[in-house]
């Protein structure tokens, strides 16, 4: 393929913004990191500084690769291993372009999750498998709800840990899906999943073999987001300032939703 055919066909993928989110320590940065890691699209400078950083903060185990390390990039984050900033991260597959806002989980930063809310068509809630469902977890589902997010996919994290029980696994679904009934949110699905392991991340390793749907890269490559693109409202969130001088002064931004015409505002 020469890089023009290249160049059209990535131009023409289908670009859908992804939110994780969900309480403290449920594993968002280590989900963004595996998928990174198995599209195969980090590089080996980084792969190898990656594996230096797990040795030196890595809470995955010796030898073990820390993914949550990819998005972690504040230096205070890395030592505490938390999220605090909202990381964003782009990457590609054969069929379709992702944007995925790596939210932190901490009550604290609550508005920062609901800044990385506010431009996505799906959202990816994660919920320790061990703990099951916390007032965090409604939290940020309830704040999805409220930024009409019409797409959760449910991913019950460190399935590892309790032997890929379905018992566990179910109760959860039950639980959390009498929650999500009460909320204006059409589409909600469920992925058990191990993060760490990779299991039902990009593949199914036969470890869940209970769960007969969609790995979770599956359920985003096919999601049908055209249902999220507001074309009625007009949203403009003002980015920067632009005074060149005093008689002038304009405003630059990304139009999220809605359209405008020349004339519309005066």
């Not at 790596?102 to 508005?111: K, L, M, S």
Request: charged share 25%.
């Amino acid at each position: 393929m020469d890089i023009d055919s290249y160049l059209n066909e990535h131009e023409n993928k289908s670009l859908l913004r992804v939110l994780t989110c969900g309480s403290v320590d449920d594993g968002k940065s280590t989900l963004i990191g595996r998928l990174l890691y198995d599209s195969k699209l980090i590089f080996d400078d980084q792969l190898a500084e990656l594996r230096k950083a797990s040795e030196k903060n890595g809470t995955a185990g010796a030898g073990k690769i820390d993914y949550a390390l990819l998005l972690d990039g504040l230096k205070a984050e890395r030592e505490q291993g938390i999220t605090i900033d909202v990381a964003y991260r782009y990457f590609t597959t054969p069929r379709r372009k992702f944007i995925i806002a790596d939210c932190p989980g901490h009550e604290q930063y609550t508005r920062n999750m609901a800044t990385g809310a506010s431009t996505a068509d799906a959202a990816i809630i994660l919920i320790d498998a061990r703990h099951g469902v916390l007032t965090q977890t409604k939290r940020h589902a309830f704040i999805a709800s409220l930024l009409k997010i019409r797409h959760l996919i449910v991913a019950v994290n460190k399935m590892d840990l309790l032997d890929y029980s379905e018992e566990k696994f179910r109760k959860i679904e039950e639980e959390f899906g009498s929650f999500t009934q009460q909320l204006n949110i059409p589409d909600v699905r469920f992925v058990p999943i191990s993060a760490i392991e990779g299991e039902n991340v990009t593949q199914t390793t036969g470890k869940t073999p209970w769960y007969q749907g969609d790995h979770l890269l599956s359920i985003l490559e096919t999601l049908d987001a055209s249902d999220s693109r507001n074309l009625r409202d007009f949203r403009f969130p003002v980015q920067t300032v632009i005074r060149p001088n005093l008689d002038f002064r304009g405003f630059a931004g990304s139009i999220t939703s809605g359209s405008i015409r020349r004339g519309t505002l005066s």
